[in-house]
């Protein structure tokens, strides 16, 4: 029997089971994310605007942050992909009267931020599709597209850019922040490792880091023009200190809800924390879709 487009089936199926194995971390149960992660319930780093700047202070700048990068200014339509728990797909429906869509692969994270618009009155500007990247069909007609700490999970880099991209009007702006690796030569030497084999598929199910040049690869191949690009490595390690904090504080809870994980969870951050700077950074990027990018001189 002779297989049709093999090489397609493969890629499909492959890429339908990352999104599967990172359910295994998303589908917990948010109680368990609620310990530590604060009000904002937003698993990605925050800005830090002074040492005695809180969690939930800091997780506020880095979504105004995030609202800059991608020019909202009031009732844009936004796509965020990975939305997570909804943070800023809350935030963004709040503050700037977006509609927002966000989608995720995890049943339980598009039902949990599903309740919380509702409770906030604001299920008319924000709805949630349970899907991967690599199922949505982007229409062309999104102001914004979010992609924050989202592409680590994703094995196709350059296909998800191309849907976010696919998704903007003309005009329309990306934002992408990721974890990743300082250089090819990092990325060689720390992927097989244990403790990084712990991180990505331990924990997470799936992850890959790649060298922040690969993404910007991905953002000139989707054709965008890139305006913006901030390391906010020393931000994510002040995060995860606070994170750590919070798994201490509620050992027991955690310990309660899924026996192991805490110290699974501290395992993990602690990995994460030791990298920084060495072989991993954090960047975010913006990118525009338009030929002239966001240079404004007077043509
Ligand atoms: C680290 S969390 C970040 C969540 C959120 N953006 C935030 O800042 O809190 C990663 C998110 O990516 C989502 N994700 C993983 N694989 C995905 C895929 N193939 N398509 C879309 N989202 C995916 C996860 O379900 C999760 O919501």
Redesign the pocket.
Known sequence: MTRTAPAADDAGLMLKAA?DA?NNH?DLTPEIFECFLGEHM???CGIYASDDCTLDEAQEAKLEFIANCLGIQGGERVLD????WG??ALYLADRYDCQVLG????GT?ASYTRERARSRDLDDRVQVQQC???DFKPDGAFDAVAM???IE??PDHQRAVATAAGALKSGGRLYMSATCYRNDEQFTEFTPRDSSRHVQETIFGFATLRPFSKLVGAVEDAKLSLFRATDLTLHYERTIRDWLEGIANHADRIEELRPGLSAELTRYLETVNTGWGHATKHYALAAVRSRWGLTDVGR
């Open positions: 999104a990172t998303y937003k698993y990605t992909i990975g939305v997570g943070a800023l989608i995720t692969p995890s994270q991967s990247v690599y924050v700490g989202v999970h994703m």
